[in-house]
């Protein structure tokens, strides 16, 4: 957990906008479950920003402030309250390589009172009663940043500590700085009379520049910063630990894989009476929240096991990526990835484990567009269900985004009544996805209407970032600067232009996506490579050809990059406080032939006027731009087509604050980039158990 980062010189930029205080506020609210006390606000509006002040006047305004930062990886698993650091200092260190790391405790006192007379562990504070000194708290939290389960284990850094308190004087708390007050790293204590000292000793912990670098390592080792999936298989190769689960991801996995120890047969040991209990597991959460994560550990845990596991979703772009780019060349590896649809007939015998990805996705009846004696006679959750012993379901009820999708917590839980089977369910909450900022979670969803809150003014967290662009030619030049820096970036658009397919024989792409001079085709319509090596539909999002194409919520959905290009077109628009949608009229142009759009709006075959009404199809565009709004672990740039609907993104987004706030792949060290891996080499691979940790498997936290 932390609640903010950024350099010192743009929290006071944020505090000038009367934005920071509420933003702390909200989230503090969001990971404690209670509004944050009045001292602890009044902490944030006074010692924070007072502290920012003293950075910048050292000429260390670029130092990274962390606020309210968890001690340790694993905080949230702890009994009892998360110890949690007030401001954690990052930076580069100015006579060597490694890490700057100071502590800060923020205190407010004005006035400390000795309590025992031979030693200054034990103070007074007028008001407030007995506390322990200062530097007592700082040595815990010290010893549990700097331990194995802290997010400096394994960097090479310095770390210190300090309490700050820049409305007392060394008079007033004199039993904090005396001879016999606390000694060590962390136990410094800043006064306004050591004003001074504190500006050197700043000068003297901190390089002036680096900071931002420094800050992505530490976040990245506290798992805000993630492997993105497909990269972290590739890894991996799906043979081994595939992700370092983390918190209420863990505790889930932990649970399905012991009901499925105690339910399904051990392959070693057959039991003479078998086991004819049935499970369905029902795991929820937004996006990000670590649900393909879960669930493909659960695969490769179970698989390692013994079992027979299959894992299924209703995205042909997730499977497509996933047998691509790491079970290319592996029959049986890419035959364990299949779809909803697949179970019209339920293999015999049943599996032990079905594990159902996306199962917003779930149609009421399967249908095979090649073959229909094969389409299925029953709902599609009751062909799931048949197929497996153990039936895991990963669901986002805010991600449905055509009309025949029926999955829903309730279709799941009346069909596991039906079947006589226990229902286990799971709710999960923490972001993992755009760069662990729940803040951007939120405010997407307000933004578009999804949730009830009403839309605010973008908050800066050092975790996410955000722009409007003023042109689509803008938003591909950041987007195109990103990947040739080594990010992994898209273009995605809402579906708001005809869809050419492919053109004669060699396959050429239409530019569907025309907006003013600038015109780009949508990603292939087809099963094969296109005109220019443009890759098929189910590869667009990983293949390195792919960046040229403008993706869609259909392809883009389960997948995610570091920066996404999103384009709103005029099936959203903002008129008088409120969206307005809209549907779209095509045209065929007299010359070429091609379809072309004649009335702006939503050209998307799924959500006809005779399919949806018009209440249905304002929700399932706005659960279309959540999902392409929440596909970037770094950075989100936005544009409209509408120009009134651009005027008020940039409204709510801001001035664009260059410094610090645009993480660049180019900024960033080697340590803190995890570029997008090559498709593996051809060839079978033998397939092992899972092995335990070792030198060479190192942890992988990811969505």
């Known amino acids: 957990m932390l609640l903010l980062r950024l350099a ?152 210190g500590g300090f309490a700050y308190l820049h409305n007392a ?64 298989m590739i890894r991996s190769r799906g043979e081994d630990t595939v992700f370092t689960l983390r918190g209420r991801q863990k505790a889930v996995a932990d649970q399905i894989l012991d009901t499925a120890s105690k339910v399904l047969p051990d392959p070693r040991q057959p039991a003479l009476v078998p086991d004819e209990r049935r499970v369905v597991f029902l795991v929820t959460g937004g996006a990000g929240t670590g649900k393909s994560a879960i669930g493909l550990q659960l695969k490769a845990d179970l698989e390692a096991a013994g079992h027979t596991v299959k894992y299924a979703s209703g995205s042909r772009a997730f499977n497509g990526a996933l047998q691509e780019h790491v079970g290319y060349g592996d029959r049986e590896f890419r035959e364990s990835f299949t779809y909803f649809s697949s179970f019209v007939t339920p293999p015999d015998p049943p599996l032990d484990v079905l594990i159902c990805d996306e199962a917003h996705r779930l149609r009421d009846r399967s249908t095979n567009r090649w073959n229909a004696a094969h389409n299925g006679t029953k709902p599609q959750v009751d062909e799931l269900l048949d197929a497996s012993r153990l039936t895991v379901f990963f669901l986002d009820e805010g991600q449905t985004v055509r009309p025949q999708e029926v999955g829903s917590a309730e279709l799941v839980e009346d069909a596991a009544q039906r079947y006589g089977a226990r229902l286990v369910r799971y709710r999960l909450r923490e972001q993992f996805r755009c760069g662990g900022s729940d803040a951007y979670i939120r405010w997407v969803r307000a933004l578009l209407g999804v949730s009830p809150e009403e839309p605010h003014p973008w908050t800066p967290d050092g975790l996410m970032h955000v722009e409007v662009a003023d042109t689509p030619e803008e938003l591909e030049r950041i987007i195109r600067t ?75 959905q389960g997948l995610e990059w570091d920066w996404c290009g999103v384009i709103m077109g005029d099936d959203m628009v903002r008129r008088d406080d409120r969206w307005v949608f809209r549907r779209g009229k095509e045209r065929k142009d007299p010359a070429s032939g091609v379809r072309r759009v004649a009335v702006p709006g939503s050209f998307d075959p799924k959500v006809r006027p005779g399919s949806v009404d018009d209440v249905q199809f304002a929700q399932l565009v ?15 740039v936005l544009y409209s087509t509408d120009e009134e609907t651009r005027a008020y993104l940039k409204g709510l987004v801001g001035e664009v604050q260059i410094h610090g706030l645009r993480p660049t792949w180019e900024n960033l060290p080697e340590e803190a980039r995890t570029p997008h891996l090559p498709r593996p080499r051809r060839g079978r691979r033998s397939r092992r158990r899972r092995p335990g940790p070792g030198p060479h498997s190192p942890e992988l936290r990811l969505f």
């Open 482 to 556: 990103e990947a040739r820096a080594g990010a992994s970036a898209r273009m995605v658009a809402g579906y708001c232009w005809p869809w050419t397919k492919p053109q004669g024989e060699e396959k050429r792409l239409e530019d569907d996506v025309r907006i003013g001079d600038w015109h780009r085709p949508w990603n292939a319509d087809s099963e094969s490579f296109c005109a220019d090596e443009a890759p098929p539909t189910r590869l667009w999002a990983v293949h390195e050809k792919g960046l040229g194409q403008i993706g869609c919520v259909y392809t883009a």
């Open 8 to 159: 010192a010189q743009d929290l006071l930029t944020l505090n000038a906008r009367r934005r920071m205080v509420p933003h702390l506020a909200a989230r503090w609210r969001h990971f404690r479950g209670a509004d944050a006390s009045l001292t602890e606000r009044s902490a944030w509006a006074e010692s924070l920003v007072s502290l920012a002040e003293d950075l910048v006047a050292a000429g260390r305004g670029n130092v990274e402030m962390i606020v309210e930062c968890a001690a340790t990886l694993d905080e949230s698993e702890r009994s009892g309250d998360p110890r949690l650091i007030d401001v954690v200092l990052v930076g580069h260190h100015p006579e060597g390589s490694g890490l700057s790391v100071q502590l800060v405790e923020l205190k407010r006192w004005s006035m400390v009172t000795r309590v025992e007379r031979a030693t200054a562990d034990l103070v007074h504070v007028p008001g407030m009663g007995r506390k322990k000194h200062p530097a007592l708290q700082l040595q815990e939290y010290y010893e549990a940043f700097t331990s194995d389960r802290g997010p400096l284990h394994g960097l090479r850094f310095e770390c």
């Open 169 to 232: 004087t060394d008079a007033s708390v004199r039993p904090l700085v005396d001879v016999d007050a606390p000694t060590g790293a962390y136990a410094g204590v800043y006064t306004q009379d050591r004003r001074e000292q504190l500006l050197t000793d700043l000068r003297r912990h901190f390089a002036d520049e680096g900071a931002a670098s420094a800050a992505e390592i530490l976040l990245q080792k506290m798992g805000l910063r993630n492997t993105p999936l497909l990269d972290a």
């Open 622 to 636: 706005r659960h279309a731009y959540h999902v392409l709004m929440t596909r970037a672990s770094r950075a989100t």
